[in-house]
Nanobody, 130 residues
Framework: QVQVVESGGGLVQAGGSLRLSCAASGRTFSRYAMGWFRQAPGKEREFVAAISGSSGSTYYADSVKGRFTISGDNGKTAVALQMNSLKPDDTAVYYC???????????????????????WGQGTQVTVSS
C-alpha cells in the first residue's frame, strides 16, 4: 500500500523556522498532488499548502503566505515545507497527504479540500512558543 511519513517537527520560539519533510513510498509525485494540512487541539483541520504533481504550481492558505514555502520534484518521493517566521498560532500537528488521481485537481478549491486527498501520514508535531 502507498504510505507517507512526515518528519521535521519540533519545538521552536516565535520567529523561528522549521523544515518539514514528507516521504512517500509506493508512488512518486509525478502524477499526484501533495498537500500539507494541520490540526490544533480543539480546532478543525485546515489547509496549509499544496503542490501540483503535474505542473509544479503551488498553493498556500492566506495565513501562511509569505512565510511558508512548499517544494518538491516530480521525480522524487519527498516534498518539503519550509516554515519561517513561525507564530504561536502555527502550533499544530502537521499532516502530509497525497491527492487522488481523479477528479483532476484544477483550482485552489481542489487543493485545499481535504476530501480530495486519499493517503495521509501520521502527522508531526510543531510547537511554537511565545
Amino acid at each position: 500500500q502507498v504510505q507517507v511519513v512526515e518528519s521535521g517537527g519540533g519545538l521552536v520560539q516565535a520567529g523561528g523556522s522549521l523544515r518539514l519533510s514528507c516521504a512517500a513510498s509506493g508512488r512518486t509525485f509525478s502524477r499526484y498532488a501533495m498537500g500539507w494540512f494541520r490540526q490544533a487541539p480543539g480546532k478543525e483541520r485546515e489547509f496549509v499548502a499544496a503542490i501540483s504533481g503535474s505542473s509544479g504550481s503551488t498553493y498556500y492558505a492566506d495565513s501562511v503566505k509569505g512565510r511558508f514555502t512548499i517544494s518538491g520534484d516530480n521525480g522524487k518521493t519527498a516534498v518539503a515545507l519550509q516554515m519561517n517566521s513561525l507564530k504561536p498560532d502555527d502550533t499544530a500537528v502537521y499532516y502530509c497527504a497525497l491527492g487522488s488521481r481523479w477528479p483532476m485537481f484544477a483550482s485552489y478549491s481542489d487543493y485545499e479540500a481535504g476530501g480530495r486527498y486519499d493517503v495521509w501520514g501520521q502527522g508531526t508535531q510543531v510547537t511554537v512558543s511565545s
